[in-house]
């Protein structure tokens, strides 16, 4: 490894540009002298010389520039601090080799100046050490700052930088439609589990009310509303019917049942102990309900075209396994499809076999409509127009539904195409038609009119160039046809003229051979 000539120190405080003037080598780093010797900093100052030190202008400045160098790229405030401190080489003969912390900023700094090479901390322990001690001594090899100062910067750009991280709009976060799916489907499990439990215990007492009571909350309502069947009269109907939406009829039949069941007498401490569970499975119940129209109305707010496409709880698991609304946006049509069967995948390409034609999408209406034959298909449409609503709601400031419709009647449409041979509307139809009606809606949506505006200069521009190039290949194709067929008549001709040169010579050949013959027989 070459000797590193200097060390590039990003601070909390600005950028610093150190020259080695002494280093140990990689093996000497082991040895406890060289540990001693950067830890004290009377000896590491003799091994390294600040050459340059320029701070932030302000906190923003800071902010703006550590934010740049977390994505990998090279701020115009340290372009310039290299350009007038690192010595001038072209890279040819000889080059200057520079420490970096950062691998990816080691790669930008690399492409900009021909003349340096970086290596970076994570790969070669000698910049690491030395950047080490750089950070240990710091406020001593900086010049012009004061105790605490590096300190205090810290805290602060740290705060800065993880605000500007975390910081997002309140009406327009996924954050909360991943916990809510999540919280949703739990909820789910923990009803199904009380509710069987509820079901089974309460069933040795009023098995017969199974069969009149279907839905799991309303069976524990019931519970706690019935308690013991013997208590139950004529008079209890109207109560019964307060719990059953206002359904006298399921509630005369409840008591009908109740008087003629085949169940078994209950004590009163197991009674209690059945309906304390049931009223926790219907708390859960309406809490999920509560939780399930806030999770509709935030969809409604953040991803609408995809609430539209695919339904609340779909649309919201795909954001859930993505990770949000942005990575899912990232994501090609192709990924999005198999979203969620990911083990499938793998082992698909680990076996050789038939890789899955969906994931999540599935659970998506479209799925089960559709035939056998053509669920692959239209799998991978839905794909595509989930993808395309995804990019919609992530990067409009003023997301619409209308995208949406549009794109969920194509699927209908899709459907009948499959299924009767219907011609769907095309994509240019489509999105032309969402335009006009989000332009007739009053401008839900910030929309740029000379984009949409198909009559522009750029587009006819582009549409003449575009003929111009057709009718220049039309040309050139006609010419090479006229060349062919010439081509083939003159093979034709000359064919025949070797035809008939063939038939004319045993002709010529003939008086020949009579000449021979008679000469043959005068000789005899």
Not at 39 to 53: A, I
Not at 229 to 236: R, T
Not at 510 to 522: G, Q, W, Y
Request: glycine share 6%; hydrophobic share 35%.
């Amino acid at each position: 490894m070459a000797n590193v000539n200097y060390l590039l120190f990003e601070s909390a405080v600005g950028f610093s540009l150190f020259e080695v003037v002494h280093q140990a080598d990689t093996v000497g780093l082991e040895l406890p002298e060289v540990k001693d010797a950067m830890k004290d900093f009377d000896k590491f100052g003799k091994m390294v010389k600040l050459r340059s030190f320029n701070p932030w202008n302000s906190a923003a400045h800071g902010l703006e520039a550590i934010n740049l160098i977390s994505e990998g790229i090279m701020p115009d405030h340290l372009k310039n601090t290299l350009e007038l401190n690192l010595p001038q080489t072209s890279g040819k003969k000889s080059k200057i080799v520079l420490g970096v912390v950062d691998k990816r900023l080691a790669g930008e700094i690399s492409g900009t100046f021909p003349g340096v090479q970086c290596e970076a901390a994570d790969t070669s322990e000698v910049v690491a050490a030395l950047l080490r001690g750089i950070r240990t001594h710091a406020s001593k090899l900086l010049k012009g700052l004061q105790d605490g100062d590096i300190n205090r910067a810290q805290l602060g750009l740290g705060h800065a930088y993880s605000r500007a991280k975390v910081k997002f709009s309140v009406h327009k976060n996924d954050n909360h439609i991943i916990q809510g799916i999540a919280t949703l489907d739990a909820l789910d499990k923990g009803i199904n589990s009380g509710a069987m439990r509820v079901r089974e215990w309460y069933g040795w007492h009023f098995p017969e009310l199974i069969r009149i009571v279907s839905d799991n909350g309303t069976y524990a309502k019931v519970v706690i509303a019935v308690g013991n069947k013997k208590s139950l009269s004529d008079e209890s109907i109207d109560d019964l019917a307060n719990v059953l939406n206002q359904d006298e009829d399921k509630a005369k039949a409840i008591i009908q049942a109740a008087k003629v069941s085949m169940g078994q007498d209950i004590s009163d401490m197991d009674l209690n102990m059945v309906k304390d569970l049931a009223d926790n499975v219907s708390k859960m119940a309406d809490f999920r309900r509560i939780l399930a129209e806030s999770l509709d109305k935030k969809m409604g707010e953040v991803a609408p075209n995809l609430q539209v496409i695919l339904g609340t709880p779909v649309a919201a698991r795909l954001i859930s396994h993505a990770g949000s609304l942005t990575n899912l946006a990232k994501y090609p049509a192709s990924t999005l499809q198999i979203l969620g069967a990911e083990k499938a995948l793998f082992r698909a390409l680990k076996t050789k076999g038939a890789t899955p034609k969906y994931g999540l999408l599935y659970q998506s209406t479209f799925i089960g409509r559709a035939g056998p034959k053509v669920k692959g298909r239209i799998s991978r449409y839905l794909a595509n127009k989930c993808s395309i609503a995804s990019r919609i709601d992530n990067f409009s400031e003023n997301p619409t539904r209308r995208f949406g419709e549009v794109m969920r009647e194509q699927l209908e449409q899709r459907l009948e195409w499959y299924a009767k041979g219907i011609k769907p509307m095309k994509n240019t139809e489509a999105m032309d038609k969402a335009i006009k009606l989000v332009m007739d809606d009053e401008g839900d949506m910030d929309i740029d009119t000379e984009m949409v505006d198909s009559k522009t200069a750029d587009h006819v521009a582009a549409e003449s160039s575009k003929k111009d190039k057709k009718d220049k290949k039309e040309k050139k194709e006609k010419k090479k046809d006229k060349e062919e067929k010439k081509d083939k008549k003159d093979k034709k001709r000359k064919a025949t003229s070797e035809d008939v040169e063939m038939v004319d010579a045993p002709d010529a050949a003939e008086p020949e051979k009579k000449k021979k013959k008679k000469s043959k027989s005068k000789s005899e």
